[in-house]
């Protein structure tokens, strides 16, 4: 049991659609951030959210956007997907003082 | 941009051979290390992490880690290695910041042991 819970574990879109992927952190934890893992790679950081706000952004674009409710968990909504977009999304939760996370075993989303 | 590398991106070894698996990250002040390993099919798991004090940490499985502050680098070592250790290894850095803790990953190094 990773003590994060993402859903769906898999999805398959076509280029231009929307999609929205979820997580749920793991209990006690208040930080929730979001990875890409394409294949072959290193997970790399979209943003990071605490206390509702975006706390910390990677190179993404601004196709890529998120959430965090009140009860921490945390959404993930990519617009536009392009083939590209295929990858792996990890979310972790942790302390805001960034010294552990727990990582979700992930969506694996299909863009055809 | 703060960056982390790993010098090897595919590894292959028999069962009872020593690992060691670089790590290097870029300067940028106090940071928090770590290592994770991703079995087949499953979420990254924390092998063990650096915070302060001794830099030789043991973790699970029988990992160890050193840090070597003069050369930025935070290298996993195991002695002998089973054939369950098939994964793939990533290092990961946080730089401390005022505010916002990213963790940086590697690009992760695949880990074949042979039977």
């Known amino acids: 049991d990773a003590g994060v819970t993402q859903s769906p574990t898999h999805l398959i879109k076509t280029r231009g659609q929307q999609v929205t992927l979820r997580c749920s952190p793991k209990s006690g934890h208040d930080t929730v951030s979001w990875y890409q893992q394409a294949l072959g790679q290193g997970p790399q950081f979209i943003f990071q959210y605490y206390e509702e706000e975006e706390r910390q952004r990677g190179n993404f674009p601004d196709r890529f956007s998120g959430h965090q409710f009140p009860n921490y968990s945390s959404e993930l909504n990519v617009n536009a997907l392009l083939l590209g977009d295929s990858a792996l999304y990890l979310c972790?939760?942790?302390?805001?003082?960034?010294?552990?996370?727990?990582f979700g075993s992930g969506t694996r989303l299909t863009v055809v | 941009a703060q960056s982390v590398s790993q010098h090897n991106h595919h590894v292959i070894l028999s069962e009872a051979a020593s690992l060691e698996l670089g790590c290097n990250y870029s300067y940028g002040g106090t940071v928090n290390l770590f290592w994770y390993v991703q079995y087949p099919g499953q979420h990254l798991q924390l092998l063990l992490k650096?915070?302060?004090?001794?830099?030789l940490v043991k973790g699970i499985k029988g990992f160890e880690a050193e840090f070597i502050k003069s050369k930025f680098s935070f290298n996993l070592r195991k002695p002998s290695v089973q054939w369950s250790d098939t994964a793939e290894y990533f290092c990961a850095v946080t730089w401390i910041k005022a505010a916002g803790n990213k963790l940086t990953f590697g690009g992760g190094t695949r880990v074949l042991v042979k039977p």
């Open positions: 972790a939760s942790s302390l805001p003082t960034g010294m552990g996370y727990t």
């Open positions: 650096y915070f302060s004090g001794d830099p």
